[in-house]
Structure formats: C-alpha cells, structure tokens
C-alpha cells in the first residue's frame, strides 16, 4: 500500500567505470566507454581525469554493454 517511483525503478543501475575530473569541486566526468585509451583531460576545466567508478542507469545501446550483456548472465528468462 506505497507508491513507488516505477520509472525510476525501472532502469536499473549499474556501478560503471567513469573518469571523473581530479579538480575539486568540478564535476566533469564521461562514461570509460566513450573515452580514449589514455587519460582524457576534463571537457570544463581540462584537468587530468582519473578513473573511478559511478552508479550509473544502464546503457544498453553500445557496442561494449551489448557484448557484455551477451558473455554474461543470460537475459532472456523474463
Ligand atoms: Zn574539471
């Protein structure tokens, strides 16, 4: 007998590698998925990013998530 915020609930998270901005206080960051082999700088203050990781909505519409998705667990069972 609560609501629940279905929209929101319905996109799963996913703890996602990111490179975030080291300058404090920027929050600058991308998705590893779009970034390069070497440290992107960050797009607002050009600082060196550095990877970490970040609870993100789930992407499934690029090529690295599609491939992970197929290794992995198996997502036809619903
Ligand atoms: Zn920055």
Same mark, same amino acid.
């Given at each position: 007998?609560?609501?629940?915020?279905?929209?929101?609930?319905?996109?799963?998270?996913?703890?996602?590698?990111?490179?975030?901005?080291?300058?404090? =206080?920027?929050?600058?960051?991308?998705?590893?998925?779009?970034?390069?082999?070497?440290?992107?700088?960050?797009?607002?203050?050009?600082?060196?990013?550095?990877?970490?990781? &970040?609870?993100?909505?789930?992407?499934?519409?690029?090529?690295?998530?599609? &491939?992970?998705?197929?290794? =992995?667990?198996?997502? =036809?069972?619903?």
């Amino acid at each position: 007998m609560y609501f629940r915020k279905r929209s929101l609930e319905d996109i799963p998270e996913e703890s996602t590698a990111v490179w975030s901005c080291s300058t404090e =206080g920027c929050r600058g960051w991308m998705r590893d998925n779009f970034a390069f082999e070497h440290v992107p700088t960050c797009l607002q203050c050009s600082a060196p990013m550095v990877s970490s990781m &970040k609870m993100l909505p789930l992407l499934v519409n690029t090529n690295v998530e599609m &491939k992970s998705i197929k290794k =992995g667990v198996a997502i =036809g069972c619903r």
